[in-house]
């Protein structure tokens, strides 16, 4: 069976510096995997998707993934943090019938 | 622009009431999804439906039911309210084939007091 987890439930960085959010994948095969964002009152939102044609991801908002199977990681990443980016993250991989999420990564964006 | 939208968007009801969250989609899809996201944040698969009249049980056990009796419209429904019941209720939908074409709706909070 797949499943994803999120190594850290709380994420606090300062407006201009680089954010890691942390993901790690159980599979014996190479899944697809996504990153999902959820804004306050908002719906959830795919930043990125993983699908084996490339292990370097370009998402929505500056967001970019890896995939690295040597680690089975799937972390995001972004360069430079705006006060906007503050959200829940999940990383999400999709189970057949539906998809199944990691326990969140809340982010938080300091001034 | 959404086009998958739940009513209400916040619910406070009394125990023992019934209730019904309201889905619905305007996209055509054919898949359809309710997770309950706990105050934890974790969201988990409660029901889901592949096309009118099919419904299927998810991953977490849940007292609620759900119906499809038409493409565009996926309601739950709690029969008997319980303070053990709030939570988020988000309902989502995707086109047959794309694993990544979800979309989900806002969500309905709700609270049983």
């Known amino acids: 069976a797949q499943s994803v987890t999120q190594l850290d439930s709380h994420v606090s960085v300062s407006e201009g510096t680089p954010v890691l959010l942390r993901c790690n994948y159980s599979s014996s095969y190479s899944p697809s995997l996504f990153w999902y964002v959820q804004h306050p009152n908002k719906g959830l939102q795919l930043l990125l998707k993983y699908t084996s044609a490339a292990t370097l991801v370009k998402g929505i908002n500056g967001f970019e993934a890896e995939f690295k199977k040597s680690e089975t990681s799937f972390h995001l990443t972004k360069p430079s943090a705006h006060m906007s980016d503050a959200a829940e993250y999940f990383c999400?991989?999709?189970?057949?019938?539906?998809?199944?999420f990691g326990s969140g990564t809340r982010l938080q964006v300091q001034p | 622009e959404a086009d998958i939208y739940q009513t209400p968007r916040y619910l406070v009801i009394g125990t023992g009431k019934k209730i019904t969250l309201e889905c619905s989609q305007t996209?055509?899809?054919?898949?359809m999804y309710w997770y309950q996201q706990d105050p934890g944040m974790e969201l988990h698969l409660i029901h889901y439906s592949y096309g009118v009249n099919s419904t299927e049980k998810g991953d977490l056990s849940s007292e609620s039911t759900v119906s499809r009796i038409r493409t565009e419209h996926f309601p739950l429904t709690l029969e008997s309210a319980r303070p053990s019941h709030t939570s988020q209720y988000l309902c989502a939908s995707r086109e047959t084939g794309g694993e990544d074409g979800y979309t989900f709706g806002s969500g309905t909070r709700l609270t049983v007091v």
């Open positions: 996209m055509g899809h054919d898949k």
């Open positions: 999400v991989v999709p189970m057949g019938r539906a998809l199944t």
